[in-house]
Structure formats: C-alpha cells, structure tokens
C-alpha cells in the first residue's frame, strides 16, 4: 500500500514537472516566434544590379535609451552587407554608381507600435504578442530596396519577432544576422 502511494505520488511529481516544462517551452517558442510580409517586385531592380549602396535617408532606430542606435546601424549595415555580398552583390565604391539603393528601420514596440509602422512603412507584420512572456519585447525590422532612380522603394520586407534585451550583444547579433538572411531571401543571387 505504501509503495502504491509512493510511486502515485512520483508519477504526480513528474506530470507536474512535465507541465511546468511544457508551459515554459511554450513561452519560449513563443517568444522565438518571426514573421515576415514583403511588397513590392524584384523584377523592377534589372538583371544588370551588381553594385548596391546605402539609401541616404532610409536608416533609423526607434529604441528606448538604453540601446546604442549607432551600435544597431552599423550592425544593420554589416548583416546586410553580409546577406547581399552572399548573393553576389557588392558595396558600392565611391566612383561606382549603385544599381541599387538599401534603407532599413528597426523599432522595438514600445517606441512605435503597429499602427504607427503600418502608417510609415505601409506594412505590418501582425505578430502577436498573446503568450509571451513580458521579459520579451516585439521588435520590428524592415528593409526597403530603392532603384537610385526613384524616391518610392521598389520591394520592402518587413520582419517582426521578439527580443530579449538581457542576451547577450553576440547571441543577439547571431539571430539578427540569421533574421536578415531570411528576410533577404527572395532577392535573386547573380
């Protein structure tokens, strides 16, 4: 009867256990949650588009003070750079005329929220943010191609998942690189 009771008892224990683990991986998952929605059509950029250079206006961080929005952009810029470069691009030099332009912004949620991305960028992503634990944040990344010939953006993608700001700066910079490949897919290699 004791041994009954006993082994009851640890089979409880571990449903328990099981439970507790099951809802805190599912807060994770949660939290590791991307998604993405482009506009625009690659098609308009040539098939001649070798060279790329950064759009003069197009690079901002909309961040609570604590993060360093120079640190950010110059980061935006080498993962970009990276993820183009793989694909065959290359960084324009100062006598080369671009074919290309890139903007990019980032804004975590609680400096400009859904609708105010929509009314700016003319997307939004939709993530939600039900089931996530408060230590994440809703963040958003766009990147925006511009012909140099135009003031419109010809193809934009607009990415939205979660950070957590006590990682550490290169776990954080890992994801974001992974993030900006993704997000940079559909451009054709040359």
């Given at each position: 009867m004791i041994k009954k009771c006993i082994s009851m008892l640890v089979v409880g224990l571990s449903l328990l256990?099981?439970?507790s683990s099951a809802e805190h991986a599912e807060a994770e998952m949660a939290a590791t949650r991307t998604t993405m929605v482009t506009t625009g059509d690659l098609e308009l950029l040539g098939h001649a588009t070798k060279a790329f250079a950064w759009h003069p206006d197009m690079f901002a961080v909309?961040?609570?003070?604590?993060?360093?929005?120079?640190?950010?952009i110059k980061h935006m810029k080498a993962a970009i750079a990276q993820a183009m470069q793989a694909k065959g691009y290359h960084l324009a030099s100062a006598h080369e005329?671009?074919?290309v332009l890139v903007g990019f912004g980032v804004a975590l949620e609680s400096e400009m929220s859904d609708k105010e991305i929509l009314k700016r960028a003319g997307l939004v992503a939709g993530l939600s943010t039900e089931g996530v634990d408060k230590e994440y944040e809703k963040g958003s990344v766009l990147v925006a191609l511009f012909s140099p010939y135009s003031p419109m953006p010809v193809w934009r993608?607009?990415?939205?998942?979660?950070?957590?700001?006590?990682?550490?700066?290169?776990?954080?910079?890992?994801?974001f690189e992974r993030l900006l490949s993704a997000m940079l897919k559909p451009v054709p290699a040359i």
């Open positions: 256990v099981g439970c909309h961040a609570s003070d604590e993060v360093d929005s120079q640190a950010v005329s671009p074919s993608v607009l990415a939205q998942g979660f950070t957590d700001l006590n990682n550490s700066p290169e776990l954080r910079e890992q994801r």
